[in-house]
C-alpha cells in the first residue's frame, strides 16, 4: 500500500505513518499476531513509521471509542520524523535482542529508556525446547525485561502481547509509550 501510494503521488520518499492492530479478539490471534508484525515491518522501508496502540484497545469493540490517543501518537510521530521537532516523544519500544541468562530470558528493547511495567505484565510468555508456552514473571532492569517461570528451567522463547487476551498492555518506555508485541527465540 505504501509503495503504491508513493508511485501514484510520483513521491518514492512520501512519508507513511501506520498505526498498528490494536487489541481487539479477532478470532485467530496467531492471524492478528502475523498482522501486527507486517505492519510493525512497514518501519523497515524508508521514510516509514509505526506506533504500537496494543494499550489503548477494546477486546469487544474492534472501533474503540476513545480515539484521542491514535491522533496523538500519529501527530508526534509525523512532528518528530517529518517535521523534525526531534523535542517531541514518539517513539514506542520495539524488540532488539534476547538472550537466555541462568534459568531467564532477558530481552532488550530500542527506544526503552525509563523501561517500566505498569501494574503486572499480562501477556507475557516463555517456552523451552518443547514449544509449550506457559505464562511467565516478568521484572524490569536496567531497560531491559526480565522474564522466568518455575515451570521452564531453560528458557529459549519468548512472546508478548500474542494472544490477544488483555488490552493491558503494560510495558512502557519513559515516554508512556506502549511496547510492540514480539515473538523471539533465543539462538
Same mark, same amino acid.
Given at each position: 500500500?505504501i509503495?503504491?501510494? /508513493?508511485?501514484?503521488?510520483?513521491? +518514492?520518499?512520501? +512519508?507513511?505513518? $501506520?498505526?498498528? @492492530?490494536?487489541?481487539?479478539?479477532? !478470532?485467530? &490471534?496467531?492471524?492478528?499476531?502475523? @498482522?501486527?508484525?507486517?505492519?510493525?515491518?512497514?518501519?523497515? @522501508? *524508508?521514510?516509514?513509521? $509505526?506506533?504500537?496502540?496494543?494499550?489503548?484497545?477494546?477486546?469487544?469493540?474492534?472501533? #474503540?471509542?476513545?480515539?484521542? #490517543?491514535?491522533? &496523538? /501518537?500519529?501527530?508526534?510521530?509525523?512532528l518528530n520524523?517529518? %517535521?523534525?521537532?526531534?523535542?517531541?516523544?514518539?517513539?514506542?519500544p520495539?524488540?532488539?535482542?534476547?538472550?537466555?541468562?541462568?534459568?531467564?530470558?532477558? $530481552?532488550?528493547?530500542?527506544?526503552?529508556? !525509563?523501561? %517500566?511495567?505498569?501494574?503486572?505484565?499480562?501477556?507475557?510468555?516463555?517456552? !523451552?525446547? =518443547?514449544?509449550?508456552?506457559?505464562?511467565?514473571?516478568?521484572?524490569?532492569e536496567? =531497560?531491559?525485561?526480565?522474564?522466568?517461570?518455575?515451570?521452564?528451567?531453560?528458557?529459549?522463547?519468548?512472546?508478548?502481547?500474542? *494472544?490477544?487476551?488483555? &488490552?493491558?498492555a503494560?510495558?512502557?518506555?519513559? =515516554?508512556?509509550? +506502549?511496547?510492540? #508485541?514480539?515473538?523471539?527465540? $533465543?539462538?
Amino acid at each position: 500500500l505504501i509503495q503504491s501510494w /508513493r508511485k501514484a503521488f510520483n513521491n +518514492p520518499d512520501m +512519508p507513511a505513518i $501506520v498505526g498498528q @492492530l490494536t487489541a481487539y479478539r479477532y !478470532g485467530n &490471534d496467531e492471524n492478528a499476531f502475523i @498482522l501486527r508484525q507486517a505492519q510493525f515491518n512497514q518501519c523497515k @522501508l *524508508n521514510n516509514a513509521y $509505526v506506533f504500537c496502540s496494543m494499550d489503548e484497545g477494546n477486546l469487544k469493540d474492534v472501533h #474503540p471509542t476513545n480515539k484521542k #490517543p491514535y491522533g &496523538d /501518537r500519529f501527530a508526534w510521530l509525523a512532528l518528530n520524523k517529518v %517535521y523534525g521537532m526531534k523535542n517531541i516523544a514518539c517513539m514506542c519500544p520495539s524488540f532488539k535482542s534476547v538472550k537466555a541468562e541462568n534459568g531467564k530470558i532477558v $530481552v532488550s528493547f530500542n527506544d526503552a529508556k !525509563g523501561l %517500566y511495567i505498569k501494574d503486572k505484565l499480562e501477556d507475557i510468555q516463555i517456552a !523451552g525446547e =518443547d514449544g509449550n508456552f506457559v505464562n511467565a514473571e516478568a521484572s524490569v532492569e536496567k =531497560d531491559q525485561l526480565i522474564i522466568s517461570s518455575s515451570e521452564v528451567k531453560s528458557p529459549t522463547q519468548v512472546r508478548y502481547l500474542y *494472544n490477544n487476551n488483555t &488490552d493491558k498492555a503494560n510495558l512502557y518506555n519513559g =515516554d508512556n509509550l +506502549p511496547a510492540f #508485541p514480539f515473538r523471539a527465540a $533465543v539462538k
